[in-house]
């Protein structure tokens, strides 16, 4: 055998040195585009800073707004009026059909299942939430050492919500009764004397109780930091005559913690509804909308992009968009209400 033969490498080493080469170039790129923004930045920066006269103001607030609000055109008024414009034609945007997808929304039966699951969730998840919340930021302050209890307990909000579905799937895992259970709701249903629990996630409506104990489950945490730190705020004077008015307990929490903290207490609520209603990765990840447990968001998407029928799913954005649009509204005039008491 001649020494200069050339020697076959293996397809894994080839598909390796493929992989970092792609992602070398991915890195650069991503690198690049960086640099390059900073650099406009600075550019940008640097003409509006030598700017004086006349021009000084008007160029630092196009400097300042113009990024901001060209993005915000781009990344959601422009999407919001493309929306609502597809809303009004067909599956494949070729033919008009004036206000049908809208009227196929509000009088088919299936439709009408998801919306009052959604609102089922509206009612249920941010109230079991913001009340969970509440009991726990008024039992941790009392405790020694509450920043590592609190921390425990806010821990859920780093964890997406796909991660959170995958976590609580495995809770609900059902097996038959012969077979070793890895659910924890099963097992524990089996441990009380339960002999056949059931396959939680195909029972309804239960299955949507178990699905909105994730959401509750990820934004209690939330719930709790703020609500305790408005807590915290209520000056020790207005505690301590209420006090000498003989109040204690329960009244105290009621007549004197619950009216300071009401504006933090309804933006916690509204701000966890608005989240809620845009629920979509719990329902996609852990029974993918079926079984009863279809909500709204996951029907828009079911309706663009598995059954490409981009009229109907335009139609339901529209409405989610509308639903959350009052909370939004409320939520920015409570803030504001809030800002002008301080």
């Known amino acids: 055998m001649s020494g200069h033969e050339p020697v076959a490498l293996p397809v894994s080493s080839m598909l390796a040195d493929s992989a970092w080469t792609d992602a070398t170039v991915k890195l650069g790129n991503s690198f ?12 940008v ?4 800073g030598r700017a004086r006269g006349r021009l000084g103001r008007p160029l630092a607030i196009l400097v300042f707004l113009g990024p901001a609000v060209l993005l915000l055109i781009v990344g959601l008024v422009a999407p919001l009026i493309r929306t ?9 945007s070729t033919r008009f059909l004036g206000g049908r997808n809208y009227g196929w929304a509000l009088t088919t039966g299936s439709i009408h299942q998801v919306l009052l699951n959604t609102l089922l969730w509206l009612l249920v998840a941010p109230l079991a939430a ?3 919340g509440l009991v726990l930021a008024l039992l941790v302050d009392r405790m020694k050492r509450q920043a590592v209890y609190k921390s425990l307990i806010f821990m859920p909000m780093a964890v997406s919500l796909v991660g959170a579905s995958i976590i609580w799937k495995f809770v609900y895992e059902a097996r038959d009764t012969s077979q070793h259970q890895i659910g924890l709701l099963s097992q524990l249903a089996i441990s009380l004397g339960w002999s056949h629990p ?10 949507n109780f178990l699905l909105m104990a994730v959401m509750i489950w990820v934004q209690t945490g939330f719930a709790m930091v703020v609500l305790s730190a ?37 933006v916690v609520l509204t701000t966890v509804m608005i989240t809620t209603l845009k629920a979509f990765d719990i329902v996609r990840t852990m029974t993918g909308g079926n079984f009863g447990t279809q909500v709204l968001a996951n029907e828009m998407y ?23 649009l009052p909370l939004v ?5 409570q803030l504001r209400k809030e800002r002008e008491t301080r």
């Not at 609502?84 to 494949?92: E, H, M, R």
């Open 32 to 43: 690049g585009a960086i640099a390059g923004f900073l650099g406009i930045l600075l550019v």
């Open 45 to 48: 920066f640097f003409a509006a």
């Open 84 to 92: 609502v414009y597809l809303s009004f034609y067909n599956d494949d």
């Open 130 to 132: 913001t009340g969970l």
């Open 198 to 207: 059931p396959n939680w996630m195909l029972s309804h409506p239960l299955n």
């Open 230 to 266: 408005a807590i915290k705020a209520i000056p020790d004077e207005v505690t301590e005559a209420a006090r000498l008015d003989g109040a204690r307990g329960v009244q105290l929490f009621w007549y004197v913690t619950v009216p300071m903290i009401r504006t933090t207490l309804v």
């Open 302 to 324: 079911s309706q663009s992009f598995v059954q490409f029928n981009v009229g109907r799913g335009s139609a339901l954005a529209v409405i989610l968009f509308l639903a959350v």
């Open 329 to 333: 509204a409320y939520n920015i005039v």
